[in-house]
Nanobody, 120 residues
Framework: EVRLVESGGGSIQAGGSLRLSCTPSGFQIDERGLRWVAWYRQAPGFACEKVSSVNQDGSTFYADSVKGRFSRIEDNDEIIVYLQMDRLLPEDTATYYC???????????WGAGTQVTVSE
């Protein structure tokens, strides 16, 4: 089965940090393929939101709500895409997914996601 596997979520207090990981399963990509992996999130009652991706010019896109707090990191040796999340806020509570950047609402379509819960 071709999918992307997310991990690293958990419950944490506001102000803390988490690092999420995304790895391919059932298929292989090289370091260039990492560029098409984007991070999304979906909170209960809300639409699937793109959190971070790589633009065509190589720059990194971040949703306004996470700019300055989240960082996308690619490990070209291990073929992993990380989402480093610092200074977490309760409104960051959501299930986080990774999926191809070009999809509009892929939450839950490529992997089971990883739950992040941020408490006050």
């Amino acid at each position: 089965e071709v999918r992307l596997v997310e991990s690293g979520g958990g419950s944490i207090q506001a102000g803390g940090s988490l690092r999420l990981s995304c790895t391919p399963s059932g298929f292989q990509i090289d370091e260039r393929g990492l560029r098409w992996v984007a991070w999304y999130r979906q909170a209960p009652g809300f639409a699937c939101e793109k959190v971070s991706s790589v633009n065509q010019d190589g720059s990194t896109f971040y949703a306004d709500s996470v700019k300055g707090r989240f960082s996308r990191i690619e490990d070209n040796d291990e073929i992993i895409v990380y989402l480093q999340m610092d200074r977490l806020l309760p409104e960051d509570t959501a299930t986080y997914y990774c999926a191809p950047y070009y999809l509009e609402s892929p939450c839950g379509l490529w992997g089971a996601g990883t739950q992040v819960t941020v408490s006050e």
